[in-house]
């Protein structure tokens, strides 16, 4: 359909089994999400790109523990594993992902003092990431996303996109949960509450 993109979350190896963050069965989104390539004029990627030591890490914290909450000037931030970081394998898109008609590969968390889990947004929910710009200057306001994981970079970036003003779907059979303390349900809540159509790849894609 003229003016839709896929946009595709994180498909990165430390976000499947045997990686530094794993999502439960993370990597059986890749099928889904190889056929919704196909089926797309265009489609967008995104990157968890961390450097090393990033503040999001729990080891870059003293006394962190992995999936605890800590204060940061910008809000409640989660602490992670090491994960996504610059240059390394665990970095790179998983390899039966077959990503390269991508039209832009964009890349989040950066910045070492600032997470990112949304492609439109930092976790300030208010440092652009470009994108937003990038879409609607394509004229590509119609968003059906997938990835890893469900409730965290896939959510926040459906929120994010629904509150720009574009049309969003989220293709939950090709996306995957890290569900920390019931996230799963309060983020599907959440982007249905934003208008966020959540649908299975198969309705999109033959
Ligand atoms: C993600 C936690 C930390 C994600 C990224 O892709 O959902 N989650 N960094
Ligand atoms: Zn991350």
Redesign the pocket.
Known sequence: MTGSALIV??VQND?CPGGA?AVPKGDEVVRPINRLIQAFDHVVLTQ?WHPKGHS?FASSHKGGAAFSNVAMPYGEQ?L?PD??VQGTPGAEFHIELVWSKAELIIRK?FRSAI?S?SAFFENDRATPTGLGGYLKERGLTRLVMAG??TD???AYSALDAARLGFEVTVAMDACRA?DLGGSLTSAEEQMRAAGVTLTQSTQLAA
């Open positions: 979350i994180d976000f963050l968890d999001s989660t992670w994960h996504c968390g997470d889990y890893l994981a965290f970079c896939v890290i």
